[in-house]
C-alpha cells in the first residue's frame, strides 16, 4: 500500500515531517509522498527520516495552478528539491503568496473584521501561512464559527475577501517538475471541477503539457469515479496514481493511507511513476 498525496505543517497540515515518516511506518506503507502546497521547506527533515523507517520516502510538491478558468492542482513526484531552478521558482511563489496574504488581511480589515497579520501568523507552526491558518484566525477572533464558515463568508474562493493567487499553467507547473527530474500528475481531478465535467478532452490536453499521471485513486471517490479516472488514465498512456491527502487535524476523519479507509492505491504506481522520471 502507498500514498503519494500527503500534507505537513509546511503548508495545510499539522503534522511534523518526521511524523508523517514514523507513521507511515507504524502503517505499513511501502512508499509515502510529501507533497505540501507550493513549498520544498520540510523536504530536508523528512527524508532524514529515510533511515529509521522501511517506507519508501518520496519527495514531492504540489503546485497551484488554473486550467480552463478553475483552479487545478498539479503533483510532483520524486522531484530533487535542491534543483537550483526548482528552489528558485518556488521561492518567488512564496513571496507572490506573502503579498496575497497581506491583501487578504486588508480586505478583511476593509470588511469590519478587525484581524491583524500577526494574529494570523501566531498561528502557523512555520513561515509557510495558508488560508487554513486565517480561518483559525476568524474563529479565533469570533468573526466565524467553524473553519468551514470563515472559508464560505470570507476567504473561500470568490467570497468577499478572497485575494486570488497569480496560479501556474499546468504545463509551466509540469516543466518545472520534470526539469528537476520528477513526474507530475493530475491532483484530485475529480475535485477540481463538477463532477458532470467531462474531462476525455481536457486530460488529453493536459498530458499534452506534460501531465504524465492521473490522481485516480482518491479517498473522496465513489466506485464509478475511481473506474472512470483509471480507465482514462490508461487510455491516455498515464499512470493512474493516488493517495490520501492527508492533513491531519485540519482534514478530520482522513486516515494516513488511503487503504484504511477502504481504498489502496496499486504498488505498481510507484514503479510505474518512476519509469516516467527525467
Same mark, same amino acid.
Not at 520540510?42 to 517506507?55: E, S, W
Not at 496575497?100 to 513561515?127: C, F, H, K, S, Y
Not at 479517498?219 to 482514462?232: H, S
Given at each position: 500500500?502507498?500514498?503519494?498525496h500527503?500534507h505537513?505543517l509546511?503548508?495545510?497540515?499539522?503534522?511534523s &515531517?518526521?511524523?508523517?515518516?514514523?507513521?507511515?511506518?507504524e502503517a505499513?506503507?511501502?512508499?509515502?509522498?510529501?507533497?505540501?502546497? $507550493?513549498t520544498?521547506? !520540510?523536504?530536508?527533515r %523528512?527524508?532524514?527520516?529515510q533511515? /529509521?523507517?522501511d517506507t519508501?520516502?518520496?519527495?514531492?510538491i504540489?503546485l497551484?495552478?488554473t486550467f480552463? !478558468? /478553475? &483552479?487545478?492542482?498539479?503533483?510532483?513526484?520524486?522531484?530533487?528539491?535542491r534543483?537550483?531552478?526548482?528552489?528558485?521558482?518556488?521561492?518567488?511563489l512564496?513571496?507572490l /503568496?506573502?503579498? /496575497?496574504?497581506?491583501?487578504?488581511?486588508?480586505?478583511?480589515?476593509?470588511?469590519?473584521? &478587525?484581524?491583524?497579520?500577526e494574529?494570523?501568523v501566531a498561528?502557523?507552526?512555520?513561515?509557510?501561512?495558508?488560508?487554513?491558518? %486565517?480561518a483559525?484566525?476568524?474563529?479565533?477572533?469570533?468573526?466565524?464559527? +467553524?473553519?468551514?464558515?470563515?472559508?464560505?463568508r470570507?476567504i473561500?474562493?470568490?467570497?468577499?475577501c478572497f485575494?486570488p493567487?497569480p496560479?501556474?499553467?499546468?504545463g509551466?507547473?509540469?516543466?518545472?517538475?520534470?526539469?528537476?527530474?520528477?513526474?507530475?500528475?493530475?491532483?484530485? &481531478?475529480?475535485r477540481s471541477?463538477p463532477?458532470?465535467?467531462?474531462w476525455?478532452?481536457?486530460?488529453?490536453d493536459?498530458? $499534452?503539457?506534460?501531465?504524465?499521471?492521473?490522481?485516480?485513486?482518491?479517498?473522496?471517490y465513489?466506485?464509478?469515479?475511481?473506474?472512470?479516472?483509471?480507465r482514462?488514465?490508461?487510455?491516455?498512456?498515464?499512470?493512474?496514481?493516488?493517495? +490520501?491527502?492527508y492533513?491531519?487535524?485540519?482534514?478530520?476523519?482522513?486516515?494516513?493511507g488511503?487503504?484504511?479507509?477502504?481504498?489502496?492505491v496499486? $504498488?505498481?504506481?510507484?514503479?510505474?511513476?518512476?519509469?516516467?522520471?527525467?
Amino acid at each position: 500500500m502507498i500514498d503519494l498525496h500527503t500534507h505537513s505543517l509546511f503548508s495545510d497540515g499539522t503534522d511534523s &515531517p518526521e511524523a508523517l515518516a514514523l507513521a507511515a511506518q507504524e502503517a505499513g506503507l511501502a512508499a509515502l509522498a510529501l507533497t505540501d502546497h $507550493d513549498t520544498l521547506e !520540510g523536504l530536508d527533515r %523528512f527524508l532524514a527520516m529515510q533511515p /529509521r523507517v522501511d517506507t519508501r520516502l518520496v519527495p514531492g510538491i504540489e503546485l497551484s495552478c488554473t486550467f480552463l !478558468g /478553475r &483552479p487545478l492542482h498539479v503533483l510532483g513526484l520524486f522531484v530533487d528539491h535542491r534543483n537550483p531552478d526548482l528552489v528558485r521558482e518556488v521561492v518567488r511563489l512564496r513571496r507572490l /503568496r506573502l503579498e /496575497r496574504n497581506r491583501a487578504m488581511v486588508g480586505q478583511l480589515q476593509a470588511a469590519g473584521v &478587525p484581524i491583524t497579520w500577526e494574529e494570523v501568523v501566531a498561528l502557523a507552526p512555520t513561515d509557510q501561512v495558508s488560508r487554513t491558518h %486565517f480561518a483559525a484566525a476568524l474563529v479565533r477572533r469570533g468573526a466565524a464559527g +467553524s473553519p468551514q464558515d470563515a472559508f464560505k463568508r470570507y476567504i473561500g474562493d470568490g467570497s468577499p475577501c478572497f485575494v486570488p493567487f497569480p496560479y501556474l499553467a499546468p504545463g509551466t507547473a509540469a516543466g518545472w517538475i520534470r526539469a528537476a527530474g520528477g513526474v507530475a500528475a493530475v491532483a484530485h &481531478p475529480g475535485r477540481s471541477f463538477p463532477r458532470t465535467f467531462h474531462w476525455d478532452q481536457a486530460m488529453a490536453d493536459l498530458r $499534452d503539457q506534460g501531465l504524465q499521471g492521473l490522481e485516480a485513486y482518491y479517498p473522496d471517490y465513489g466506485p464509478l469515479e475511481q473506474a472512470t479516472f483509471v480507465r482514462l488514465a490508461r487510455s491516455l498512456d498515464m499512470v493512474p496514481c493516488g493517495g +490520501s491527502d492527508y492533513h491531519g487535524a485540519h482534514k478530520p476523519g482522513v486516515a494516513l493511507g488511503v487503504g484504511s479507509g477502504g481504498l489502496e492505491v496499486p $504498488d505498481q504506481a510507484l514503479e510505474q511513476l518512476l519509469a516516467r522520471r527525467g
